[in-house]
């Protein structure tokens, strides 16, 4: 039951974007880069975000169960699902610059806000 000494302001929560990487991409969170495999290792496509993200940043996948599968082993819809990343900059970035930015990046599909939850 709601009870009218409730806390009526909204639940914090830290700033993140979502974002969607081109298919074949995925994030090296040991190294910090996002790679692309190619035919052989001479092949491969490498992006480093890190000049244009705040130090404090993180990148965590949105289905972490799917992150460290190779992607031989995953079906059509896994592969879409695992593209899907939380990029969380810290509480002092500014966001909308952020986005304007990985919006150029050459492993990035789509980026976007998460949407605003709220009860009426």
Same mark, same amino acid.
Do not use: N
């Given at each position: 039951?709601?009870?009218?000494? $409730? &806390?009526?302001? *909204?639940? =914090? ?10 298919? !074949?991409?995925?994030? @090296?969170p040991e190294s910090g880069v996002f790679r692309r495999p ?11 975000? $890190? &000049?244009?993200? *705040?130090? =404090? ?10 992150? !460290?599968?190779?992607? @031989? ?26 986005? =304007?930015a990985i919006t150029d990046w050459s ?14």
């Amino acid at each position: 039951m709601w009870s009218d000494d $409730a &806390p009526q302001t *909204p639940l =914090e929560i830290e700033p993140f974007l979502v974002v969607q990487l081109k298919p !074949g991409w995925r994030h @090296d969170p040991e190294s910090g880069v996002f790679r692309r495999p190619g035919e052989s290792d001479d092949d491969e496509e490498v992006f480093e975000p $890190a &000049p244009e993200l *705040p130090a =404090e940043t993180r990148i965590e996948p949105m289905i972490p169960d799917l992150a !460290g599968k190779s992607p @031989d082993d995953l079906s059509e819809w896994e592969l879409t699902l695992a593209r899907y990343l939380h990029l969380f900059p810290g509480a002092d970035a500014d966001l909308d610059e952020l986005l =304007e930015a990985i919006t150029d990046w050459s492993c990035v599909e789509e980026v976007h806000r998460p949407p605003q939850i709220a009860l009426p």
